[in-house]
């Protein structure tokens, strides 16, 4: 893989070659209050924050609250290959959930979030043949390009069904597509153009189911225990391979369209998560998921007989591990600092897909920021989520990157449903 050239692709809010692979890259989708926390998530439980994470939290909202949360991210990633160093910006509008007490311990949310992203722009060169000189006779040159996604828009419940206990679930439709091209030339004007083109278009479901049991131990601590799973199923898309040959003295094209039926699927995910709250004050938790992805297969070309079919083993199981805090030096105080919310996050996750038959970019991610208290005539309960978090993924032998993103986010809470007394 060779990072000669990288151009932005603010639409598609990455730039990262590691996107042409499988689905693209998966997109974090907590919202602003976790991103301080790096995507801490299954084991947390607000009235005040909402967390699509584990749709078992809605049933916490208040019952006297509307809440709305929209996010938007800005980000520099840094590219290095051997010696070579590039800089690519983007920035993405992330999210916009809201979130209501629908019946007596039964809350409701709804909203849209990313799922994937892609988007690349990246070239080789190499030198083909040697002339009587011992030069090289023609220079090949190798362009992927790509764009698109998959998008989420969902509708979830959940409901405290018994004292700590709490179920949920959400239902969404997932919509989106992905054109990635390869192009090669030649230095030669005698020999042909190649461009193979694929595209898919995507409209299916998603669902995921989420339980949280939470107990206090006495007037101090509270333990929260949190589980998800997200069903694994076909998203009915048939992936489609365009092979274009043109010859650049005649201007002549021929064209190959070849279709791989059912060709791709959203894995099974399973999560457990727990977390410790102390006087209201500090918040501690840890969070595993598991992506089976090892168990889809993906559509791939065989280069060697020229078949583009799907096969077994191009992607892999994604573990991650998340471990971060939050702290509010005094919820209670009229101070402003004192209700200021200081949060901290640091995950490791393990690749997806594989990168020329190996491994691809294992990350490292550390996260901090805080949730500042929005306080005016008439609302006291609103808060503006802002943090930073850098995110390493790397692979042996292949591309670095370094991205410093900061994530901001306005949460708007309502007393929408508070009755007023009229005397």
Same mark, same amino acid.
């Given at each position: 893989?060779? &990072?000669?050239?990288?151009?932005?692709?603010?639409?598609?809010?990455?730039?990262?070659?590691?996107?042409?692979?499988?689905?693209?890259?998966?997109?974090?989708?907590?919202?602003?209050?976790?991103?301080?926390?790096?995507?801490?998530?299954?084991?947390?439980?607000?009235?005040?924050?909402?967390?699509?994470?584990? %749709?078992?939290?809605?049933?916490?909202?208040?019952?006297?609250?509307?809440?709305?949360?929209?996010?938007?991210?800005?980000?520099?990633?840094?590219?290095?290959?051997?010696?070579?160093?590039?800089?690519?910006?983007?920035?993405?509008?992330?999210?916009?959930?809201?979130?209501?007490?629908?019946?007596?311990?039964?809350?409701?949310?709804?909203?849209?979030?990313?799922?994937?992203? /892609?988007?690349?722009?990246?070239?080789?060169?190499?030198?083909?043949?040697?002339?009587?000189?011992?030069?090289?006779?023609?220079?090949?040159?190798?362009?992927?390009?790509?764009?698109?996604?998959?998008?989420? &828009?969902? /509708?979830?419940?959940?409901?405290?069904?018994?004292?700590?206990?709490?179920?949920?679930?959400?239902?969404?439709?997932?919509?989106?597509?992905?054109?990635?091209?390869?192009?090669?030339?030649?230095?030669?004007?005698?020999?042909?153009?190649?461009?193979?083109?694929?595209?898919?278009?995507?409209?299916?479901?998603?669902?995921?189911?989420?339980?949280?049991?939470?107990?206090?131990?006495?007037?101090?601590?509270?333990?929260?225990?949190?589980?998800?799973?997200?069903?694994?199923?076909?998203?009915?898309?048939?992936?489609?391979?365009?092979?274009? /040959?043109?010859? %650049?003295?005649?201007?002549?094209?021929?064209?190959?369209?070849?279709?791989?039926?059912?060709?791709?699927?959203?894995?099974?995910?399973?999560?457990?998560?727990?977390?410790?709250?102390?006087?209201?004050?500090?918040?501690?938790?840890?969070?595993?998921?598991?992506?089976?992805?090892?168990?889809?297969?993906?559509?791939?070309?065989?280069?060697?007989?020229?078949?583009?079919?799907?096969?077994?083993?191009?992607?892999?199981?994604?573990?991650?591990?998340?471990?971060? &805090?939050?702290?509010?030096?005094?919820?209670?105080?009229?101070?402003?600092?004192?209700?200021?919310?200081?949060?901290?996050?640091?995950?490791?996750?393990? %690749?997806?897909?594989?990168?020329?038959?190996?491994?691809?970019?294992?990350?490292?991610?550390?996260?901090?920021?805080?949730? /500042?208290?929005?306080?005016?005539?008439?609302?006291?309960?609103?808060?503006?989520?802002?943090?930073?978090?850098?995110?390493?993924?790397?692979?042996?032998?292949?591309?670095?990157?370094?991205?410093?993103?900061?994530?901001?986010?306005?949460?708007?809470?309502?007393?929408?449903?508070?009755?007023?007394?009229?005397?």
């Amino acid at each position: 893989m060779c &990072a000669a050239v990288l151009t932005a692709n603010a639409q598609s809010g990455t730039n990262s070659p590691y996107s042409q692979y499988g689905l693209g890259v998966l997109s974090d989708q907590s919202q602003g209050f976790n991103r301080g926390m790096n995507g801490l998530g299954l084991g947390m439980r607000f009235s005040n924050q909402v967390n699509t994470l584990n %749709p078992a939290s809605y049933s916490a909202v208040d019952s006297l609250t509307m809440i709305f949360d929209a996010g938007l991210s800005g980000q520099v990633t840094n590219f290095k290959e051997g010696g070579r160093k590039l800089n690519a910006n983007n920035a993405d509008f992330e999210y916009v959930v809201g979130s209501f007490r629908l019946l007596p311990k039964v809350g409701m949310t709804f909203g849209i979030l990313p799922f994937t992203n /892609i988007g690349y722009n990246y070239s080789g060169k190499s030198t083909v043949g040697i002339d009587s000189e011992g030069q090289p006779s023609s220079t090949s040159t190798e362009t992927h390009s790509g764009e698109g996604g998959i998008h989420q &828009a969902f /509708i979830g419940a959940g409901w405290n069904i018994y004292k700590g206990l709490s179920i949920g679930a959400n239902v969404g439709y997932l919509w989106g597509s992905y054109d990635k091209s390869v192009t090669v030339t030649n230095s030669d004007a005698y020999v042909n153009t190649v461009m193979r083109t694929y595209s898919a278009t995507v409209r299916s479901y998603k669902i995921d189911l989420g339980l949280q049991w939470q107990h206090q131990w006495d007037k101090k601590n509270v333990t929260t225990l949190g589980v998800t799973y997200g069903l694994g199923h076909s998203l009915n898309s048939d992936p489609e391979l365009i092979t274009t /040959i043109s010859n %650049p003295q005649t201007s002549v094209a021929t064209y190959d369209t070849v279709r791989v039926a059912d060709g791709l699927h959203l894995p099974s995910s399973y999560g457990v998560g727990m977390a410790w709250t102390y006087n209201n004050s500090l918040t501690v938790g840890v969070d595993y998921t598991l992506q089976k992805w090892g168990s889809c297969d993906y559509p791939q070309l065989n280069t060697t007989t020229g078949e583009y079919q799907r096969v077994s083993g191009a992607l892999k199981d994604r573990h991650k591990v998340t471990l971060g &805090a939050q702290w509010i030096p005094n919820p209670t105080s009229r101070k402003f600092l004192n209700r200021v919310n200081y949060r901290f996050g640091v995950s490791y996750n393990t %690749p997806y897909v594989k990168v020329n038959g190996q491994d691809g970019p294992k990350e490292f991610s550390v996260s901090a920021g805080f949730g /500042i208290p929005i306080v005016n005539y008439w609302n006291n309960r609103s808060m503006f989520n802002i943090s930073a978090q850098w995110v390493k993924a790397s692979a042996k032998d292949l591309i670095t990157e370094n991205t410093f993103r900061i994530n901001v986010g306005l949460t708007f809470t309502e007393s929408w449903f508070m009755k007023w007394r009229v005397k």
